[in-house]
Structures are given as C-alpha cells and as structure tokens.
Nanobody, 115 residues
C-alpha cells in the first residue's frame, strides 16, 4: 500500500515562495511517475507538474517558469518549489502518481496567497 503525506504549505504574500514536500511510503516509489495537483475552492483538481522516474518534467502552462518539481528517490520524496506566487495559486496541493490512483490521495497541504 502506497501513502503520500504532503507538507510545506502556508500563508504567503503575492510574489512569495514555498517548498512543498511529499513523502511516500513503499519501496517501489522510484518507478512511479509522480505529479503535484491542486484544487481551488469550487474548482476541479488539476495537474500542475509531473516528473517521471528518470526525472523528465512537465508543467501546466499556468505555472511554467514559476514552479519546479523534483524528486529524491533515495528519500522517497517529491518536491514542488513554488515561486512568484499569485492569489490564483491559492489551493490545496496534493501529490499522487501520474496518472493518479484514486486510493492514493492524501490530505494535501494548503497554500494561501494573500496580502
């Protein structure tokens, strides 16, 4: 059974930065493509960034140049560096495999961008 635990969210002013972390249980973490997703109030959950086991990355157009996804397979952890934050980035951020497995959703971490 794989579980993901997200952390690192918080309240930040526009233009600020955060580093989100996702710790994964399970010894086969390194073979999964992983994604960071977010869900804003009243909106559907969306994929914002993904990374393959080999480190290839993809980003949603709305976050390109501002967000960076990375992974440390030795630590079973995937990261999302979020810079130049905007109020529209406010959401609960989740990690999961890419594509996501329904049973693997964690609690997420709240990111609020407000002055």
């Amino acid at each position: 059974q794989v579980q993901f635990v997200e952390s690192g969210g918080g309240l930040v002013q526009p233009g600020g930065s955060l580093r989100l972390s996702c710790a994964a249980s399970g010894s086969i973490f390194s073979i999964y493509a992983m994604g960071w997703y977010r869900q804003a109030p009243g909106k559907q959950r969306e994929l914002v960034a993904s990374i393959t086991g080999g480190g290839s990355t993809n980003y949603a157009d709305s976050v390109k140049g501002r967000f960076t996804i990375s992974r440390d397979n030795a630590k079973n952890t995937v990261y999302l560096q979020v810079n130049s934050l905007k109020p529209e980035d406010t959401a609960v951020y989740y990690c999961n495999t890419s594509p996501p497995y329904t049973g693997f959703w964690g609690q997420g971490t709240q990111v609020t961008v407000s002055s």
